[in-house]
C-alpha cells in the first residue's frame, strides 16, 4: 500500500469550528440558567436544567468521534464534496436535537438529529474502510 502525505483537514476544520461553536453555547445556556435559578450544582429536578445539561452533554459524547473519523477520511484524500455533505448533515444534525432537547419539535428534531449523526459515523466509517483497501475509491 502506497502512503500519501495527508493534507490539512481544511473542511473539517471549519466543521468543527462550528460545533465548538455550538458547544459553547449549549454550555454557556447552562450555566446561565443555572445562575438565573441559583443552583451551581445538580438539577434538583428541573426539567429545563436537565434538558440543557442533556444537550451539552449529547454534544459532548457524540461529536469527538464524528470530527476525528471526518478529518481522517479528509486527510487521506476523500472528495472535498464527500467530506463537506457530510459534515453539512452533521451541523444540521446536532443543531436539530440540541433544539430537539430545548422542547421544540421535540421527538422529531431529536430523532432527526440523532439519527443524522449516526449516519454521518457510519458512512464515514465505511468510507474510511474502503480508503484502507482499496485507496482512492472516494
Known sequence: MELDVAVAPIITLFVSSLLVLMKLVLGLRVSMYRNKINMPWGDNGDDQLQRRIRAHAN???????????????????????????????????????????????????????????????????????????????F
Open 59 to 137: 454534544h459532548s459524547e457524540w461529536v469527538p468521534a464524528t470530527v476525528i473519523i471526518l478529518a481522517l477520511v479528509e486527510m487521506v484524500g476523500v472528495s472535498p464534496l464527500i467530506v463537506g455533505v457530510l459534515g453539512a448533515i452533521v451541523i444540521i444534525g446536532r443543531s436539530l436535537h440540541a433544539i430537539g432537547l430545548m422542547g421544540n419539535a421535540e421527538m422529531f428534531n431529536r430523532a432527526t438529529g440523532i439519527v443524522m449523526n449516526w449516519v454521518v459515523l457510519f458512512l464515514a466509517s465505511i468510507i474510511g474502510i474502503v480508503e484502507f483497501f482499496a485507496p482512492g475509491s
